[in-house]
């Protein structure tokens, strides 16, 4: 009994042993203190539309076509659009030229307008006070009717008004127009100016370009369609870069930060792509279910994404990868 005790814990401690380094998403450091993590691929997809109505007039990219940051995927009949943004420029020109006719003010022949004008009716005023005078005197003595002296006196405080009126144009002539006048004008050159924007806007969202560059997966439209404002025209998979989502458990936190070099392996190629850990998740999660036995599954872990350098464009949606992470190189100390 003696002796099978040892072998059995030896054998015990091979099964162990062996199933722990078969185990999924377990963190088995290296002899020489690398972390190793087993994750996915992470594909960034985009769903594109456009922020306008109208009929789709091109689309020159099929699916799986490869297209950079900036390419036009697709652009709608843009002639509506091209008419609302002349019909804003006129409206524009409009105002401005309202805005200048009332801060120029009045022109200089429109104030010699006014000015002849006090005068014909000064002396016209003036003719009818010497009118009058000589009626009223004339009545006095009994000479003339009074239905004249007061025909004459009514024709003079008329004259009179009318002077006082075109003194009062001639007044408004040199003033020019009013503060609140041009104030308003100013603000209708605003609105016109900002009509000319969103119709500016308008035209230019009636283009449908890459936000970056990928592959295209999906084409849910095709030329011809009339599609509405944010309907998905296009689905864009943007694979640079490349993320990787792994797990670190607890106790391996304070051998990975942000910023270290790692080693991203796949099943299909015997070199690995270089990469680096851009972020660590704040917040600690259950193992994932759909991939893990039940023991694994109430262990709490960190989510980490490794952005991987892949320029042949190697790495697929949802492949399995495994992630190397060698330590930090220590730093010398000062002497």
């Given amino acids: 009994m003696r002796k099978k005790l ?27 203190g690398t972390l190793t993590l087993y994750g996915n691929v992470d594909i960034r997809k985009v769903d ?47 105002a401005a030229a309202q805005l200048a006719k009332l801060e ?11 000015e002849a004008l006090v005068r014909e009716r000064q002396v016209r005023a003036d003719n ?6 000589r009626l009223a005197a004339l009545l006095v003595e ?21 002077l006082d009126t075109a003194r009062e144009g001639l007044k408004l002539a040199r003033e020019g127009f009013r503060g609140e006048d041009i104030a308003a004008a100013r603000a209708d050159l605003r609105a016109a100016q900002a009509r000319v924007a969103v119709a500016r806007t308008r035209l230019s969202d009636s283009e449908c370009r890459a936000p970056d560059g990928g592959v295209i997966l999906t084409r849910m439209e095709e030329p011809g369609a009339i599609v509405a404002a944010g309907q998905t025209v296009l689905t864009l998979a943007l694979d640079t870069p490349v993320w990787i989502r792994a797990y670190v ?17 796949t ?61 930090d190189e220590p730093t010398s100390r000062p002497q």
């Fill in 6 to 32: 040892p072998l059995f814990l030896v054998l015990l401690a091979v099964l162990v042993v062996s199933v722990a380094y078969r185990w999924p998403w377990v963190e088995k450091p290296g002899l020489d």
């Fill in 48 to 94: 594109l539309g456009f922020r306008v109505a109208g009929r789709i007039a091109e689309m020159p990219f099929q699916e799986g076509a490869r297209v950079t940051s900036g390419d036009l995927l697709a652009h709608l009949d843009e002639i509506p659009y091209r008419i609302e943004l002349d019909l804003a420029l006129a409206q524009e020109a409009q």
């Fill in 104 to 114: 120029a003010g009045s022109r200089p022949q429109e104030i010699a307008q006014a």
């Fill in 128 to 133: 009818l006070d010497v009118e009058y005078g």
């Fill in 142 to 162: 009994g000479a003339v009717a009074r239905q004249l002296a007061d025909d004459a006196r009514a024709n003079l405080a008329e004259a009179r008004a009318r």
């Fill in 249 to 265: 458990e607890e106790p391996d936190l304070g051998r990975i930060r942000p910023g270290m070099k790692a080693q991203v392996f």
């Fill in 267 to 327: 099943d299909s190629r015997t070199e690995p792509f270089p990469g680096q850990v851009g972020y660590i998740s704040p917040e600690a999660e259950f193992t994932p279910k759909t991939v893990q036995t039940e023991e694994l599954r109430t262990k709490l872990v960190y989510q980490v994404r490794v952005i991987a350098n892949d320029p042949a464009h190697g790495l697929r949606q949802g492949m399995p990868v495994t992630v190397r992470i060698p330590p």
